[in-house]
């Protein structure tokens, strides 16, 4: 019987998790990691191998192929082009305290779509395979440009006919154009919501009458277009969080209960503040009790609430072919599925990308939306775009449920050859599965009820888990 390699980790508890490169996991002891490395296996053990699918007898046979299925459905499928996030203006209404997306003021010129880049954008859209696309509009603020929005949604109906579009506003200034825009069944509205009013107008708008129009157009979009149709994320000063009650009170008061909670990002403007080399130790100590703040919240009130990013490591260590989130998946080669168009007319991988190139940090625009996609470029980016053979990660017990930010680690670093586990993102996905082991191997009810929700299963059990001593 030949054994497929198993990773290992200690845990605070003294257990231990193992993992093999399919994703197989499962809890074990001290005594079993003895008789593992000392190839001292009994015949417990082996009966637990062969059940838990972590053997085979000869290559080929059923057990060999099942795990290379399991194994290749791990690997993110690269798709075809289908979602496009659009810049049409960088000017903006706002200035938020740390802008994420370097921003223009209201009144400048030459930051929105010429009339050569809106024809450029709409002949891109036509070279797209379809049948559906999902287009995104970012900015700056981009109702501010309400006309090209509409100009491309119409082009875009024309030829994929059940397409989406997310138009991510700051709900500032609407008037009749702009509710009737959002007001459609295809077209979906993402904000920034920040916790309580204070924050909110410590963090965004500098002035509480501003704040109170936005809640205001928030209740109302939330009133018009319903709950399903706006989300809202939180960015959270790691120096001055929120206080969880009332972040969670007021996300729920609006009908959302799906809170993506965000760090200050590193690139953009925002890069300028000075950053705290523990930032990464206190961002993951806030997440850590955020996580056991909702699973007690959710099972008091009965109502769930989840974070979206826990759930979606949660799900991807529960299973394969959850890598919808373009920030954790591997390998995450560049302008496989999605590209960025700034205002220019300048393709970026990466919403990031874009904002780092903006701050003159590095260039990684990758052609333009006239030209195309320069492929020279963007193969040189998908060199580290991978971590299945990264130093650190094939030794990591996380590599299966990992991913890799290539943006991210030029962002922080200024190159991507720093070692894996020094960075930013792998610590701070370290303690995110660390997380994850610790909250699923809980046996309590709030967190067992807590994970079906976050899951998508019909209820939890020690199953979920396998121990073996
Ligand atoms: S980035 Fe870090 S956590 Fe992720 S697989 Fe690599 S070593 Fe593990």
Not at 368 to 379: C, F, H, L, M
Request: proline fraction near 4%; charged fraction near 25%; include cysteine.
């Amino acid at each position: 019987m030949n054994v497929w390699p198993l990773k290992f980790r200690e845990r605070s508890t003294g257990e231990f998790l193992f993992t093999d490169d399919a994703g197989g996991f499962f809890a074990g002891s001290r005594d079993f990691l003895e008789r593992y490395a000392g190839d001292a296996l009994s015949v417990v053990d082996r009966h637990f191998f062969r059940e838990n699918g972590h053997t085979f007898e000869r290559e080929g046979d059923p057990d060999w192929m099942s795990f290379a299925y399991r194994w290749a459905r791990r690997q993110s499928k690269q798709q075809d082009l289908s979602y496009l996030i659009l810049v049409p203006t960088l000017r903006c209404n706002l200035t938020c305290r740390y802008c994420q997306v370097s921003r223009a003021p209201e009144s400048a010129r030459g930051f929105d779509w010429n009339d050569e880049t809106l024809k450029a954008v709409l002949g891109f859209i036509y070279g797209m395979k379809g049948p559906e696309i999902k287009i995104e509009f970012q900015g700056g603020e981009p109702l501010l440009r309400i006309d090209l929005l509409e100009q491309v949604r119409a082009f875009t109906r024309s030829k994929f006919p059940n397409s989406q579009f997310v138009v991510c506003t700051n709900l500032q200034r609407l008037g009749d154009r702009e509710w009737t825009f959002l007001d459609q069944p295809d077209t979906f509205v993402s904000t920034s919501l920040d916790g309580n009013h204070e924050t909110h107008t410590r963090q965004r708008t500098h002035d509480p009458l501003v704040t109170d129009t936005f809640f205001g157009n928030l209740a109302e979009a939330v009133r018009r277009l319903g709950p399903g149709k706006v989300s809202a994320l939180p960015t959270i000063d790691v120096d001055r969080p929120p206080d969880f009650s009332d972040l969670v009170d007021n996300f729920e008061l609006h009908g959302i209960r799906s809170i993506y909670l965000r760090p200050i990002n590193h690139q953009g403007f925002a890069r300028r503040r000075k950053s705290d080399p523990n930032s990464i130790a206190k961002w993951n100590a806030l997440h850590s009790d955020f996580i056991d703040y909702i699973i007690d919240r959710n099972h008091r009130t009965g109502r769930f609430v989840e974070e979206y990013y826990f759930s979606q490591c949660l799900r991807r260590f529960l299973r394969s072919g959850a890598d919808d989130h373009v920030d954790l998946r591997n390998p995450n080669f560049f302008a496989s599925d999605y590209v960025v168009v700034d205002h220019d007319g300048q393709l970026y991988p990466t919403d990031e990308a874009r904002m780092l190139s903006r701050i003159g940090r590095v260039d990684l625009s990758i052609g333009t939306v006239a030209e195309g996609v320069d492929q020279t470029k963007v193969r040189l980016l998908n060199h580290a775009s991978i971590n299945n053979f990264d130093a650190d990660c094939i030794h990591c017990v996380y590599q299966p449920f990992c991913g890799t930010d290539v943006v991210d680690d030029l962002s922080r670093d200024g190159r991507v050859d720093v070692a894996r586990s020094e960075t930013w993102f792998c610590k701070r996905h370290i303690s995110l599965f660390d997380k994850v082991v610790e909250i699923i191997t809980r046996r309590d009810d709030a967190a067992m009820q807590s994970l079906a929700r976050w899951a998508r299963v019909p209820s939890w059990g020690d199953h979920m888990i396998p121990v073996h001593v």
